[in-house]
């Protein structure tokens, strides 16, 4: 079955440092990759996707790079601000089986200080 | 803002009562998706619905009774729940299978619902 496994938090950062959340996946198809956000008291939204080998996803300044070889896809920002702080979910979509939902990994509380 | 519109934000009820979730999108969308999400974990699959007719239903008590009016609506009737059941529910759509569809979900801001 399909599985996403990403690093415990919380991650705790100062303000512009640098951020990465590891995220890896077992997949039996050939998944799309996405890493969603959700803020404190509201929903998921959508961060960045991938949807095929070497694909970068980039948004708000987050990048993560779908790496077919070692079925990754870590999230990565050069520079964090407090806003940021939220919980991160990677997760997956396997387009080859009959099964529509989201796989999710357990989420990644990150907390950015001032 | 999201597209995916979910009412109400917040409900508490009993646990004798029946209440309703409801769900909306007009983004064409044919897939249509219930998820519970409890503190501090990721959101687990309740429903999927798929041209209006439930495609997947993960075991879910009876106690939950989903239904799809129209390719618009999703609603998730409640009725004898616990106090376990207090979570943040979670109403999603999604593009049919096909052709240029990623697998993306787009999720409305969920119901946050607490049984006393």
């Known amino acids: 079955g399909n599985s996403v496994t990403q690093m415990e938090g919380p991650v705790t950062l100062s303000e512009e440092a640098f951020l990465t959340i590891n995220c890896t996946y077992t997949a039996t198809g050939y998944p799309s990759l996405f890493w969603y956000v959700q803020y404190p008291g509201e929903g998921l939204q959508l961060l960045l996707k991938a949807t095929k080998a070497d694909d970068k996803g980039s948004n708000k300044g987050f990048e993560a790079t779908y790496r077919k070889e070692t079925t990754s896809f870590h999230l990565e920002k050069g520079s964090v601000q407090v806003s940021d702080s939220a919980v991160y979910f990677c997760a997956l979509s396997d387009r080859d089986t009959g099964r529509r939902a989201l796989t999710f990994g357990s989420g990644t509380r990150l907390q950015v200080q001032p | 803002d999201t597209e995916v519109t979910q009412t109400p934000k917040h409900l508490v009820m009993g646990m004798t009562n029946k209440k309703s979730l409801k769900c909306e999108q007009h983004?064409?969308?044919?897939?249509m998706y219930w998820y519970k999400q409890k503190a501090k974990k990721p959101p687990e699959l309740m429903f999927v619905y798929s041209y209006e007719k439930l495609s997947i239903n993960e075991s879910v008590p009876s106690r939950f009774s989903p239904e799809c009016p129209n390719s618009s609506l999703l609603n998730l009737h409640l009725h004898a729940l616990q106090p376990e059941d207090s979570a943040l529910y979670l109403c999603?759509?999604?593009?049919?299978?096909?052709?240029?569809?990623?697998?993306?979900?787009?999720f409305g801001e969920g119901s946050r619902l607490t049984v006393l």
């Open positions: 983004m064409g969308h044919r897939a």
């Open positions: 999603a759509s999604s593009q049919d299978r096909g052709r240029g569809n990623t697998g993306e979900l787009f």
